[in-house]
């Protein structure tokens, strides 16, 4: 199996090198006129092409979908960080991020539409074959253009690898319904076309038809055509090939799935539909590390607005249920929703933090978390809210730079359960039956008491709130919050200051070097704003509309 991955793994960075050659270094504005390699030279047999989709498939956001949590109120990033500054709402329309996002998704494109307009030119060495590559570069080709759809709205539709010079670089927008409709019909095509089965061997990672219709299924979701995701999501299900990760253990199986025990290698994992892969020596990062850094400040704090959202294992939110306490910080994390404990980091944990908040002669095991470090002594994780993730931790990683080799999870099926939910509830046909095959799943993974109309109904509870809710914990630092709050138009969660835990729990916290809000809790962050409709949408970058003054700006910006 080792062999495989390497074989599989081995291609990256050597095609990524020549694809660029191919396709051309920059974006579509900003790119050297004459290719290196001709097209005529390259495009020749199935094995080019497979190599150039491996390239492309190469660019695709890995750590960096994780990074995009920043965004959002669920997590905290202690310093300057760029998408930290776009989801607080204080940003200027040179921020780099801005125009690199624009710059790498557009780069992507044009490296699909080279393929595209050429594979047809290769000899197959197998019957078929061109056309599964070509399908699979649809949808990453679709996945770039969900990215560009959500940060600007209206963007050029380009479907060609355009040359200095044409016109068509310098139009105005596509309308945005217009770009969904050919995203959503083109991933029909890749869909068509691709196999149901889970890839395997040296295919294992690689793009299969679940991928193609989960891709649909969450695009026609934040674009507001719930017949269309109800539609592609249950044709997902209806494949037969996925299911829920578990081990037996409700109190692990969430948490294990983003281990390296829940690699897509490992063959147990058959709920991941799309990811980017990993492996030691040969594709790494640093994500275990920089949650639980142990000299510095965790880079991905949770934050109280996160760590509230949790039920109580009633099924009742923490307001009006009996069972929840919050006399002491330990008390917070009993009597919850499980997946709170499989996410968040909980006094007796095993962490990779060293030394905590306790004093340091009275720890004699800095394996083991007991209480946050809100001092930065380079011995220990130092957290900015009091709270500190254990998702997406591997502890025996967190001690070694850049050393990380847990898959990166894009799409998982938990993710097309909760679409085909929210798809049924918004066209208002949502059913017992529908949350039973789907939300349900998801709590009965972790031992969770169902969510049931009737009980929901007996105690006022928001039907709307609750599927948003259990979105939120399901995929807590797996970089949707930021995209789901602005689809359902609750921007205003993202102007609240960012808060921690409360300040009485935690002498320290009195000393007058910690900002605590007027309701107890520590504030890690409290100058943000959002701008109705402005927010909503990001600003053309500048670069961009010097290049082109045809784009126009979006509102307020």
Same mark, same amino acid.
């Given at each position: 199996m080792k062999m495989l991955m390497i074989k599989q793994y081995g291609f990256y960075m050597a095609i990524l090198l020549l694809f660029i050659h191919i396709a051309g270094c920059k974006d579509?504005? @900003?790119?050297?006129?004459?290719?290196?390699?001709?097209?005529?030279?390259?495009? !020749?047999?199935?094995? !080019?092409?497979?190599?150039?989709?491996?390239?492309?498939?190469?660019?695709?956001? &890995?750590?960096?979908?994780? *990074?995009?949590?920043?965004?959002?109120?669920?997590?905290?990033?202690?310093?300057?960080?760029?998408?930290?500054?776009?989801?607080?709402?204080?940003? #200027?329309?040179?921020?780099? $991020?801005?125009?690199?996002?624009?710059?790498?998704?557009?780069?992507?494109?044009?490296?699909?539409?080279?393929?595209?307009?050429?594979?047809?030119n290769a000899e197959e060495t197998t019957p078929g074959a061109n056309e599964l590559l070509a399908a699979e570069v649809r949808v990453l080709r679709a996945l770039a253009y969900s990215f560009v759809i959500s940060f600007w709205g209206d963007v050029p539709l380009i479907l060609e690898p355009l040359e200095l010079g044409d016109e068509a670089l310098y139009g105005e927008r596509t309308p945005r319904a217009e770009v969904v409709d050919f995203v959503l019909a083109d991933l029909d095509t890749a869909a068509a076309v691709l196999a149901p089965e889970i890839p395997t061997g040296d295919r294992l990672g690689r793009i299969n038809k679940g991928a193609a219709l989960a891709l649909k299924a969450r695009i026609a979701l934040a674009e507001g055509r719930y017949e269309?995701?109800?539609?592609?999501?249950? &044709?997902?299900?209806?494949?037969?090939?996925?299911?829920?990760?578990?081990?037996?253990?409700?109190?692990?199986?969430?948490?294990?799935?983003? $281990?390296?025990?829940?690699?897509?290698?490992?063959?147990?994992? !058959?709920?991941?539909?799309?990811?980017?892969?990993?492996? =030691?020596? =040969? =594709?790494?990062?640093?994500?275990?590390?920089?949650?639980?850094?142990?000299?510095?400040? &965790?880079?991905?704090? #949770?934050?109280?607005?996160?760590?509230?959202?949790?039920?109580?294992?009633?099924?009742? #939110?923490? *307001?009006?249920?009996?069972?929840?306490? @919050?006399?002491?910080?330990?008390?917070?994390?009993?009597?919850? *929703?499980?997946?709170?404990t499989q996410t968040v980091l909980v006094p007796g944990d095993a962490w990779g933090g060293r030394y905590d908040g306790r004093p340091i002669d009275e720890n004699d095991d800095p394996d083991i978390f007991m209480r946050p470090k809100f001092n930065q002594d380079g011995r220990g994780c130092m957290t900015t809210t009091g709270y500190y993730y254990k998702k997406y931790v591997t502890p025996s990683a967190v001690g070694l730079v850049g050393r990380d080799d847990n898959d990166i999870h894009l799409i998982r099926y938990a993710e097309v359960l909760l679409t085909y939910a929210e798809a049924r509830f918004e066209q208002g046909k949502l059913t017992q039956e529908d949350l039973d095959m789907s939300i349900n799943l998801l709590r009965d993974r972790v031992g969770m008491v169902h969510m049931d109309l009737g009980f929901l109904a007996a105690n006022g509870m928001d039907i709307r709130e609750e599927i948003h809710r259990e979105r939120r914990i399901e995929l807590a630092l797996e970089g949707q919050r930021y995209f789901d709050v602005r689809r359902w138009k609750e921007g205003e969660r993202l102007a609240n200051p960012i808060e921690g835990v409360k300040a009485e729990w935690f002498p320290e916290l009195a000393s007058g070097s910690f900002r605590i809000g007027p309701d107890g809790y520590l504030q890690a962050q409290w100058n943000r704003r959002f701008d109705d409709p402005k927010n909503y949408l990001w600003p053309v970058p500048q670069p961009q509309l010097e290049r082109n003054p045809n784009l126009g700006q979006n509102p307020g910006w």
């Open positions: 579509y504005l @900003d790119r050297d006129p004459i290719d290196a390699i001709p097209n005529e030279q390259y495009w !020749q047999n199935t094995e !080019q092409l497979e190599m150039a989709m491996t390239a492309i498939f190469s660019r695709v956001k &890995a750590k960096n979908t994780v *990074d995009m949590e920043n965004m959002g109120e669920n997590t905290m990033w202690p310093s300057t960080h760029e998408y930290k500054d776009i989801g607080s709402g204080v940003f #200027p329309i040179t921020q780099p $991020t801005v125009n690199n996002e624009w710059r790498n998704m557009y780069r992507d494109i044009r490296e699909a539409n080279t393929f595209l307009i050429n594979y047809q269309v995701a109800e539609e592609a999501a249950k &044709a997902v299900m209806d494949l037969g090939v996925y299911r829920l990760y578990s081990n037996g253990d409700p109190e692990t199986s969430y948490w294990e799935l983003f $281990t390296n025990t829940g690699k897509l290698a490992n063959g147990r994992n !058959q709920e991941t539909i799309l990811a980017r892969l990993h492996l =030691i020596d =040969i =594709i790494m990062h640093n994500l275990s590390r920089e949650i639980q850094v142990p000299d510095q400040s &965790a880079r991905f704090v #949770p934050t109280r607005a996160l760590v509230d959202s949790y039920l109580c294992s009633d099924g009742l #939110p923490i *307001d009006r249920s009996p069972l929840y306490r @919050d006399s002491t910080y330990e008390s917070v994390f009993q009597n919850r *929703d499980p997946r709170m």
